[in-house]
């Protein structure tokens, strides 16, 4: 997918115009555009709020502006929330801004014009689940979606694709749809604009990108592209009248470190404001952004179009890389004032700090096991330095190897692996699927090897699929006995790292069997190569 980085996302709807406040009581239950649920706010009631909606203050071009300033590439709005309020004029339902507001005016369409002079890519929130709607069982977060209301949804996905210009992504959110509803609204959103990208809360994996949890930033590794939502309060998305905003240099350093420690791991990072129900912007989220793009102006350099950090861990804080040079974000300064780069074979060619005017030069430990960068004196006291390392060729970082026991043998254990997850299967409160597990090792010997996975009890046979050093095994586990099961012999090279990936079945396979849990996967020395 393009890869903005910094993205703006915007919570506004009639739930802006009670900024978490119902009958005089402030409401801490839930996140304030939820006060409908957490209020237990009457729907006629509630619905009363639009004869009163008129954000007369509302600007589109300060708004996207305002995003410009923050440094972000792309601007995300809600169109519908899970009240069921819809910002753009549907024709599906007067309860719109259109038809039922004194406003009068589509929001969506403003904002969306406002984009496009401003080349700014656009997208829209849309919640799959709608309180206002008529067969809603409760006002849960992941109601299922009943066939009317599929429809409804369906032909409100074709407004919002056919009226608004291009329109770069659609936030799915919410909601528990089946497998087929996922597809149907996958579909109906592609047939009229195949380049929009579809969120992964749109579930059981028909999204073009994985969404994590509401301001999750995973402790996984990933290998697609993913997207971590973040408000500023993780209180609330929508207005909170009442919410205390302070120490605002905190809250820009705060967001600073999760978007560095997001797209470190190659993820995009969209930030929320709230705006009023007048719509003006609270000034506290404006000076967040600005803060943040002042930031970016210093050292957007490190973060966009760069690749995630090839080390696994780094314990001065993240990097990125782009074309021959690391980024180093120093997050704290270890005792030895040593920033390690593990596994790093290349060389460097020199460091020194981004943006430093007169490119002083920072000593290198440059030795054929170890690489180092020698942290000066002077920007420790700042936050977040941001370092270049310059290094030649191209870039190999070796992970942490697993060594072989004493009797030659290599033993990989669940705790030691790399695993691999999807967060956006089947609803948001389901655990995330383990997609797979991933070791490396180096064995000391040459010659051949017998690969045996060892499982734990489980219920059903389950395919896995084991690659070593590039080739491909099956093993076809039969579940209630407690594994070995000898997936084959490989020759090994000596080598110093061997990759060895056990794979779960496919995403649309789930289901078929439980998940199988390796205790270890063993490689055992069986004969010196020929
Ligand atoms: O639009 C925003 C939220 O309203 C929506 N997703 C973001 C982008 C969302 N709807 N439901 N959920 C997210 C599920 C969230 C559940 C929880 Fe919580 C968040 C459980 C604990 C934190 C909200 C706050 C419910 C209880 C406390």
């Given at each position: 997918m393009a890869e903005p980085k910094v993205r703006d996302f915007i919570h506004f709807g009639l739930y802006s115009a009670l900024g978490g406040v119902w009958r005089g009581r402030q409401y801490a239950g839930n996140y304030s555009e939820q006060i409908q649920s957490d209020a237990h706010i009457p729907e006629e009631q509630y619905a009363k709020l639009a004869s009163q909606f008129d954000p007369e203050k509302w600007d589109p071009d300060a708004v996207v502006q305002l995003a410009q300033d923050a440094g972000m590439k792309f601007i995300v709005l809600t169109s519908k929330h899970h009240d069921g309020f819809n910002m753009f004029h549907t024709r599906l339902s007067t309860y719109n801004v259109v038809d039922a507001t004194p406003y009068r005016r589509d929001i969506v369409k403003g904002l969306a014009d406002a984009c496009a002079r401003h080349h700014m890519p656009f997208g829209v929130y849309y919640s799959t689940i709608d309180w206002h709607f008529g067969d809603v069982p409760s006002k849960r977060n992941d109601n299922p979606i009943s066939a009317a209301h599929e429809d409804f949804n369906a032909s409100q996905l074709k407004e919002l694709m056919t009226n608004y210009g291009p329109i770069s992504e659609i936030w799915f959110d919410m909601g528990h749809p089946t497998p087929l509803q996922s597809k149907h609204f996958a579909d109906t959103v592609h047939a009229l604009q195949p380049e929009c990208m579809i969120s992964g809360?749109?579930?059981?994996?028909?999204?073009d990108f994985m969404e994590m949890a509401d301001d999750e930033i995973p402790d996984y590794i990933l290998d697609e592209p993913w997207e971590s939502p973040a408000s500023i309060y993780k209180e609330t998305w929508g207005y909170r009248s009442w919410l205390k905003r302070t120490d605002l240099e905190g809250k820009i350093q705060e967001h600073i470190l999760r978007l560095v420690a997001v797209v470190s791991r190659g993820g995009n990072y969209i930030l929320n404001i709230g705006p009023r129900g007048d719509g003006s912007v609270v000034e506290f989220e404006a000076d967040v952004l600005r803060g943040t793009g002042e930031w970016l102006k210093r050292n957007g350099e490190a973060i966009y179009d760069t690749q995630p950090q090839p080390f696994r861990k780094l314990d001065f804080g993240h990097a990125t890389v782009k074309a021959g040079r690391l980024f180093l974000f120093v997050e704290h300064v270890p005792a030895n004032g040593r920033l390690e780069l593990p596994g790093l074979e290349n060389h460097i060619r020199k460091a020194y700090i981004l943006g430093d005017p007169a490119q002083r030069l920072l000593r290198v430990d440059d030795t054929k096991d170890r690489k180092a960068i020698l942290a000066p004196d002077w920007p420790r006291k700042e936050f977040l330095p941001v370092i270049v390392a310059e290094f030649d060729s191209k870039l190999n970082v070796l992970p942490p190897a697993t060594a072989p026991g004493p009797d030659g043998t290599i033993q990989l254990t669940p705790e030691t692996a790399d695993r691999f997850y999807n967060a956006?299967?089947?609803?948001?409160y389901d655990p995330p699927t383990l997609r797979k597990e991933q070791w490396h090792f180096a064995v000391e010997r040459p010659g051949t090897y017998r690969i045996e996975l060892i499982y734990k009890p489980g219920k059903f046979a389950r395919l896995l699929d084991v690659n070593v050093g590039g080739r491909t095994f099956k093993a076809n586990l039969y579940g209630s006995e407690q594994g070995p099961a000898s997936i084959g012999s490989i020759e090994l090279p000596v080598a110093k790292d061997t990759t060895l990936t056990v794979n779960r079945a496919a995403p649309a396979e789930r289901g078929a069997s439980l998940p199988v849990e390796l205790d270890r996967v063993s490689l055992v020395f069986s004969g010196r190569q020929q």
């Amino acid at each position: 997918m393009a890869e903005p980085k910094v993205r703006d996302f915007i919570h506004f709807g009639l739930y802006s115009a009670l900024g978490g406040v119902w009958r005089g009581r402030q409401y801490a239950g839930n996140y304030s555009e939820q006060i409908q649920s957490d209020a237990h706010i009457p729907e006629e009631q509630y619905a009363k709020l639009a004869s009163q909606f008129d954000p007369e203050k509302w600007d589109p071009d300060a708004v996207v502006q305002l995003a410009q300033d923050a440094g972000m590439k792309f601007i995300v709005l809600t169109s519908k929330h899970h009240d069921g309020f819809n910002m753009f004029h549907t024709r599906l339902s007067t309860y719109n801004v259109v038809d039922a507001t004194p406003y009068r005016r589509d929001i969506v369409k403003g904002l969306a014009d406002a984009c496009a002079r401003h080349h700014m890519p656009f997208g829209v929130y849309y919640s799959t689940i709608d309180w206002h709607f008529g067969d809603v069982p409760s006002k849960r977060n992941d109601n299922p979606i009943s066939a009317a209301h599929e429809d409804f949804n369906a032909s409100q996905l074709k407004e919002l694709m056919t009226n608004y210009g291009p329109i770069s992504e659609i936030w799915f959110d919410m909601g528990h749809p089946t497998p087929l509803q996922s597809k149907h609204f996958a579909d109906t959103v592609h047939a009229l604009q195949p380049e929009c990208m579809i969120s992964g809360r749109i579930w059981n994996n028909e999204g073009d990108f994985m969404e994590m949890a509401d301001d999750e930033i995973p402790d996984y590794i990933l290998d697609e592209p993913w997207e971590s939502p973040a408000s500023i309060y993780k209180e609330t998305w929508g207005y909170r009248s009442w919410l205390k905003r302070t120490d605002l240099e905190g809250k820009i350093q705060e967001h600073i470190l999760r978007l560095v420690a997001v797209v470190s791991r190659g993820g995009n990072y969209i930030l929320n404001i709230g705006p009023r129900g007048d719509g003006s912007v609270v000034e506290f989220e404006a000076d967040v952004l600005r803060g943040t793009g002042e930031w970016l102006k210093r050292n957007g350099e490190a973060i966009y179009d760069t690749q995630p950090q090839p080390f696994r861990k780094l314990d001065f804080g993240h990097a990125t890389v782009k074309a021959g040079r690391l980024f180093l974000f120093v997050e704290h300064v270890p005792a030895n004032g040593r920033l390690e780069l593990p596994g790093l074979e290349n060389h460097i060619r020199k460091a020194y700090i981004l943006g430093d005017p007169a490119q002083r030069l920072l000593r290198v430990d440059d030795t054929k096991d170890r690489k180092a960068i020698l942290a000066p004196d002077w920007p420790r006291k700042e936050f977040l330095p941001v370092i270049v390392a310059e290094f030649d060729s191209k870039l190999n970082v070796l992970p942490p190897a697993t060594a072989p026991g004493p009797d030659g043998t290599i033993q990989l254990t669940p705790e030691t692996a790399d695993r691999f997850y999807n967060a956006n299967g089947e609803g948001y409160y389901d655990p995330p699927t383990l997609r797979k597990e991933q070791w490396h090792f180096a064995v000391e010997r040459p010659g051949t090897y017998r690969i045996e996975l060892i499982y734990k009890p489980g219920k059903f046979a389950r395919l896995l699929d084991v690659n070593v050093g590039g080739r491909t095994f099956k093993a076809n586990l039969y579940g209630s006995e407690q594994g070995p099961a000898s997936i084959g012999s490989i020759e090994l090279p000596v080598a110093k790292d061997t990759t060895l990936t056990v794979n779960r079945a496919a995403p649309a396979e789930r289901g078929a069997s439980l998940p199988v849990e390796l205790d270890r996967v063993s490689l055992v020395f069986s004969g010196r190569q020929q």
